[in-house]
């Protein structure tokens, strides 16, 4: 099954989803810090070196935007309703220019609605792995996703 075309009902727990691809360069990283997060860190190799970080770093509000677009690209379904939010986001290693994302998936559970029957909440496990294989941004995400009896039965 094309897993952007699932409803609620086709996601189990414990379903584990390896996907996406980003080669993060360092002009990505300035011109996202430029406009959104202008830490000298962000903005700059040689200022960055006087960190403890030891060089330029993605801010970690790119990286999970980059989380975000290989989510979309890969995984988000057509029958997604948005999200009600995510929860402990963590930044666990710092991003730097020439790292190679990928992202990971674990679905924690999937509910039906109660109030709302027509969708449910899938909970899920979002990781972003560097080419090392290292997590480099968790969080635990919320996704809002039509149930499939419920859409058939308008049909």
């Not at 710092?94 to 109660?114: E, K």
Request: proline fraction near 5%.
């Amino acid at each position: 099954m094309d897993r952007k075309d699932r409803y609620l009902e086709d996601y189990s727990e414990g379903e584990v989803t390896e996907f996406g691809r980003k080669e993060v360069t360092a002009e990505e990283i300035i011109a996202f810090a430029e406009k959104f997060d202008p830490q000298p860190f962000h903005l700059d190799a040689a200022a960055g070196a006087k960190t403890p970080y030891g060089g330029l770093i993605a801010s970690g509000w790119h990286t999970a935007g980059m989380t975000m677009r290989m989510m979309v690209d890969h995984i988000v379904s057509r029958h997604g309703l948005g999200s009600p939010g995510v929860d402990e986001l963590r930044w666990l290693k710092p991003v730097r220019p020439g790292d190679v994302l990928t992202c990971r998936s674990t679905i924690l559970s999937a509910r039906r609605s109660q109030s709302k029957p027509d969708r449910g909440i899938v909970r899920q496990k979002i990781e972003t792995l560097n080419q090392h294989g290292e997590v480099v941004l968790s969080w635990l995400g919320n996704g809002m996703v039509r149930a499939r009896s419920v859409a058939e039965e308008k049909v």
